[in-house]
């Protein structure tokens, strides 16, 4: 077994292991906080995300759970209602619409229906979106919809920088939060600034400034948007990305400002298309910046089909590089 | 056609901005109209439809010469009708009144429409160009803004649009003003020597963290404080017309804007006592722009209640002007100089300007002039509240 490894000298870390140092600041530095979930404890979680973590805190602060998300949500929801900060662990966001009742009727509406007596500071993390070829009961991205749910606070990190800090917000907030991290960023690297010890999660972020065309996008998308803007500066094109980084409350004001500089915008969504938070964004850009627009809103998005298990099929399904390119290069100079 | 000026007897429709049987309303420009002025646009004061164009482009015709008619059409008809959609378009009756007409969707003609993007649309009007002759390379052919862009660069897209300034015919009619106004007015001349030690300081207090665009220049002071000066004597905001002085409702100050090449001109800046200072530069920069470029609005040309004249950085220290008929006054802001100054029994170095009052003696006297001067100078001791 690995010793528990240390935040020290070594910055260049992977996403996985910066939500693995996450967690693990927050159980040191609360005894209230918990970890709950399937297979989180003695086999280190199905994304290895909590890895060590029993071994290091014992099994009353890390705990597996019997496989049924409604009772372990609701264990959560109970437990923060007592006082104490779970953070609960789901394997896929596919899963967690079993325990949607206990996110949208309990966990969200308590505080409310108790007329503010109760707060529900629960903290859910999953796994979320498409790429590895494990098909239609586990690909999905359903982020989008629990956007659509007042009362609840919706992170997406992508970067290194947003997985290792954006929990320690998180538990800062009294209100439920959910945090979806992209299966295809656990492998991912990066360097960590070793300046940075926090980071707000209630801005978007623009990531790379650019003056022809906004790309806004959020979780996995985001590393094929950058290679998307790579390219088309290669051809003249200077594409503004813009990492959303919380889905709700949605920062529309970054969303605003960067259409307004570059007047054009592609919305890169892995959700499937209709009624998506893509949309969302997309409207609030028709109704606030109509009179910025210099061309048509685009959208890449998800294709409206479940998830197929055939590798090629399943790449045609999910937004690419070249596609972003194709609709970003369109908008800027019509063929 | 309207009188754009005191002594404008005639001018030449260049351009008409509508076409029968469109809907107006107040405040459109309707024409373009060359005057001594440059070429004005001219504003539609009345609501309704435009029912028949009786003087064609080109045509020179005398001040008070109708232009069009505009009629008042039923309201809950579709915004734009053939003339002989509005011939055949049934008079109001009760019935009618009681259940309003129905547009019929099978009488529109299908046009293909050009694609304007919205950011373009709104840079074309900025710039006055004419998209009917920009060519579109956006999405579907849309027009875009480097379209616009492009149109502004290009020669002329118009040509049949004089616009800008003919200083020869400028000159001819600053002439004729002025000498009315010297053989007709019997003007007195006041000046007030002012401290401008708390408004630069203010000044220059409020621009410290501003980007340059934000910043106000001390010429906005100097009119806001004359603005609101004139709510206290409102014997200088007005015409003498007919023998008699007719105070004005509203204070639009006429703001002398010296034109490169020469000439001069002084459009209003609308309700200058009711806009904060960072409305007021920006209604400065927006006319001292357009008025370079000789596209001003009719509006603007016969709206002023009082000129005030403000000679900057490289003007005299003192400046007294001659009076604008059929106005009543204009004040002077001379340059602001750095001379000694008693505060207190002790000499200092102060900021100083001259304000000079022209006033029309069949209007005021002296003295009431004296305490005009001396609400401006108050107004400027105490710049934030400006």
């Known amino acids: 077994m690995n010793a528990p490894q240390e935040a020290v ?31 989180i404890g003695r086999y280190g979680g199905c994304y290895a995300v909590t890895k060590g973590l029993m071994e290091e805190f014992g099994e009353a602060r ?52 108790s007329g503010g007596q109760f707060a529900i500071p629960l903290i859910i993390r999953m796994a979320t979106g498409g790429g590895r070829r494990v098909a239609a009961q586990h690909s999905h991205s359903l982020e989008g919809w629990y956007a659509h749910i007042p009362g609840l606070r919706v992170l997406t990190p992508a970067t290194i920088e947003d997985a290792r800090f954006m929990l320690i917000g998180a538990l800062a907030d009294p209100n439920p939060t959910l945090i979806f991290e992209h299966v295809m960023l656990y492998n991912m690297e990066g360097e960590l600034s070793s300046d940075i010890n926090a980071v707000d999660i209630d801005h978007a972020k623009v990531l790379r400034a650019g003056t022809d065309v906004s790309l806004i996008t959020y979780g996995g998308s985001l590393f094929k948007t950058f290679e998307a803007a790579a390219r088309l500066s290669k051809e003249g094109i200077e594409a503004e990305v813009v990492d959303l980084r919380t889905l709700r409350p949605l920062d529309t ?54 998830m197929p298990y055939a590798p090629h099929l399943e790449d045609a399904c999910l937004p690419q590089p070249e596609t972003i390119v194709a609709v970003a290069r369109e908008l800027v100079r019509p063929t | 056609m309207p009188a754009l000026g005191a002594d404008m007897e005639a001018g030449t429709l260049v351009e008409w901005l509508v076409k029968p049987g469109v809907r107006v309303r107040l405040g459109d420009i309707i024409a373009v109209v060359e005057t001594q002025k440059g070429a004005i646009e001219v504003e539609v004061f009345q609501e309704g439809v435009v029912s028949n164009i009786l003087v064609p482009e080109g045509e020179r015709v005398p001040v008070g010469t109708v232009l069009a008619n505009i009629e008042n059409a039923p309201g809950a008809a579709s915004p ?22 129905r547009p019929s969707l099978s009488v529109a003609p299908q046009v293909p429409r050009t694609k304007i993007t919205p950011a373009a649309r709104r840079r074309a009007a900025a710039l006055y160009i004419d998209l009917a002759t920009v060519k579109g390379t956006g999405v579907e052919g849309s027009i875009r803004l480097a379209d616009v862009e492009a149109a502004t660069s290009a020669p002329c897209a118009t ?84 023998g008699v002085f007719v105070p004005a409702p509203e204070v639009h100050i006429g703001w002398a804007i010296a034109l490169r090449g020469g000439g001069l001109i002084a459009p209003a800046i609308r309700d200058t006592d009711r806009k904060s200072l960072t409305e007021l530069m920006t209604a ?50 001379g340059r602001v100089v750095s001379r000694p100054w008693v505060v207190e029994d002790r000499i200092e170095g102060r900021p100083l300007v001259t304000v000079s009052l022209a006033a029309d003696h069949r209007v005021t006297d002296g003295h009431i002039g004296g305490l005009y001067l001396e609400a401006i100078a108050r107004y400027l001791q105490e710049p934030e509240k400006l």
């Not at chain 2, 003339?83 to 309003?100: F, S």
């Open chain 1, 62 to 113: 890390v705990r597996d759970t019997p496989l049924s998300e409604s009772a372990f949500v609701g264990a959560g929801v109970g437990a923060a209602m007592a006082g104490t900060r779970p953070i609960v662990e789901i394997m896929t966001v596919n899963f967690s619409l079993l325990a949607l009742d206990q996110i949208l009727n309990n966990a969200v509406t308590i505080p409310y229906m």
């Open chain 2, 80 to 101: 734009v009708l053939s003339q002989n959609e509005i011939a055949a378009a049934p008079k109001p009756t009760q019935d009618a009144l009681a259940e309003p007409p």
């Open chain 1, 253 to 306: 004001k970054t969303i605003l400002a960067s259409v307004a500089r570059t007047r054009r915008c592609v919305i890169i969504d892995e959700g499937w298309r209709s009624g998506s938070i893509s949309a969302e964004i997309g409207m609030r850009i028709a109704e606030q910046a109509f009179f910025e627009l210099d061309a048509p809103l685009r959208r890449v998005c998800g294709r409206e089909v479940p």
């Open chain 2, 284 to 333: 400065m920069r927006d006319l001292v722009e357009r008025a370079r470029r000789g596209i001003l609005r009719s509006s603007e040309l016969t709206s002023p209640t009082i000129t005030v004249t403000n000679v900057g950085d490289r003007g005299a220290e003192t400046v007294k002007g001659v009076i604008y008929p059929p106005q009543v006054a204009i004040i002077g802001f």
């Open chain 2, 159 to 242: 040509p049949s649009v004089k616009r800008g300034v003919d200083l020869t015919e400028m000159r001819r009619a600053i002439a004729a003003a002025m000498s009315r106004s010297k053989r007709e007015i019997p003007h007195y001349y006041l000046t007030e020597t002012v401290d401008l030690h708390a408004a630069s300081t203010w000044t220059e207090r409020f621009n410290a963290d501003k980007a340059p665009a934000q910043r106000i220049l001390p010429a906005v002071l100097f009119l806001k404080a004359a603005a609101l000066a004139l709510r206290e004597w409102p014997q200088f905001n007005g015409v003498y017309t007919g």
């Open chain 1, 9 to 39: 000298a070594s910055l260049r870390m992977t996403y996985r292991e910066a939500c693995k140092q996450a967690l693990r600041q927050a159980l040191l530095a609360d005894s209230r906080v918990f970890l709950m979930g399937e297979d």
